[in-house]
């Protein structure tokens, strides 16, 4: 079983940059697909990006934002830029035990408590 904690969320302006982290103990990242969710005021939560042997990312953020995963340090990032308002959300990460590699929320076993990011127009 794996223990992940989010951090690296806040406040930022329209146009600017976070990095989220997503630190796990308990067993190495390296065994899972690793993925960011994010839950919107009013919305299901949805999928975000996703790391495995590669990278995948939803339609709204390809291009702005990048996961990277470093298992040495087992953790997992996501470099958001150019933020926009409607990035405003609660933003979790996810371990996936099976490598399935999906978009899926169903097919993450663990998740972390979420890191809040609110983007101000």
């Known amino acids: 079983q794996v223990q992940l904690v989010e951090s690296g969320g806040g406040l930022v302006q329209a146009g600017g940059s976070l990095r989220l982290s997503c630190a796990a103990s308990g067993r190495s990242i390296s065994i899972y697909a690793m993925a960011w969710f994010r839950r919107s005021p009013g919305k299901e939560r949805e999928f975000v990006a996703g790391?495995?042997?590669?990278?995948y990312y939803a339609d709204s953020v390809k291009g702005r934002f990048t996961i990277s995963r470093d298992n040495a340090k087992n953790t997992v990032y996501l470099h958001m830029n150019s933020l926009k308002p409607e990035d405003t959300a609660i933003y979790y990460c996810?371990?996936?035990?099976?490598?399935?590699?999906?978009?899926?929320?169903?097919?993450?076993?663990?998740w972390g408590q979420g890191t809040q990011v609110t983007v101000s127009s």
């Open positions: 790391i495995s042997w590669r990278t």
């Open positions: 996810a371990a996936d035990r099976n490598f399935s590699q999906g978009t899926d929320q169903a097919r993450y076993d663990y």
